[in-house]
């Protein structure tokens, strides 16, 4: 007996060979193409690229469907300013007193410092927040599963659909966010995970010249 809460699949779509590796070669070369920026232009975004790229992260899977993850999307002038300030304030104590030489020496390398312009100067930030807990509609907690695990698949579906549709983009993850908390409004029950920062990249921008792992160094087949 087909219970109900169960639908037939009809949008699954299955290639040839040939199609499939052509299709999974030319994702992996667009996404190959994605770098870490952090010099912005504050060139307006169409808001609708990023409505739907926020779409594409919400149908990540979560551990029970609970889908504990909130997307707040920043534009407001005045908020980035507050939360570049806060975010200097964490970090100039990060570089100075906090981080380790091991962990400074593993940053070097990128040209990083206190120091984050790109907060304000990038037209979207988008502060993603893991969802420790739900809250049902009689005020009362309901039980997530695989919290983190969740909002990590649901942030790198957003990752790719923002390079996919042609935006620069920035991981950035504060030191001590809580400060996000307090600046969005958010509830107790979210805690900060990210934050992308959105928008094109500035002229002449550059980037560190990295190496990635092969194949080989990454993966294993049994």
């Known amino acids: 007996m087909t219970d109900s809460k169960f639908v037939l699949w009809t949008s699954y779509f299955e290639y040839p060979s040939e199609e499939m590796i052509q299709r999974a070669a030319s994702f992996r070369g667009n996404m190959q193409r994605r770098r870490s920026v952090r010099d912005f232009s504050d060139r307006a975004v169409p808001r609708a690229v990023i409505e739907d790229c926020l779409l594409t992260a919400g149908s990540a899977p979560s551990g029970a469907n609970m889908q504990p993850w909130s997307f707040v999307v920043v534009g407001d002038s005045e908020t980035k300013r507050r939360i570049r300030a806060a975010a200097e304030m964490e970090e100039r104590e990060f570089y100075r007193r906090r981080a380790g030489a091991e962990?400074?020496?593993?940053?070097?390398?990128?040209?990083?410092?206190?120091?984050?312009?790109?907060?304000?100067?990038?037209?979207?930030?988008?502060?993603?927040?893991?969802?420790?807990?739900?809250?049902?509609?009689?005020?009362?907690?309901?039980?997530?599963?695989?919290?983190?695990?969740?909002?990590?698949?649901?942030?790198?579906?957003?990752?790719?659909?923002?390079?996919?549709?042609?935006?620069?983009?920035?991981?950035?993850?504060?030191?001590?966010?809580?400060?996000?908390n307090e600046i969005l409004g958010r509830p107790e029950n979210e805690r900060p995970f990210l934050v992308a920062v959105v928008g094109y990249p500035a002229g002449g921008v550059t980037v560190p010249e990295l190496n990635k792992k092969s194949l080989g160094e990454i993966a294993t087949f049994v």
């Open 103 to 180: 962990w400074l020496d593993a940053l070097s390398p990128l040209g990083t410092d206190y120091q984050k312009p790109f907060l304000e100067t990038a037209p979207y930030l988008i502060v993603i927040f893991a969802q420790s807990y739900g809250i049902a509609p009689d005020g009362g907690k309901v039980k997530h599963y695989f919290v983190r695990e969740s909002v990590g698949i649901a942030t790198g579906m957003l990752f790719a659909a923002l390079h996919h549709a042609g935006l620069a983009t920035l991981p950035y993850t504060p030191s001590r966010p809580g400060f996000l």
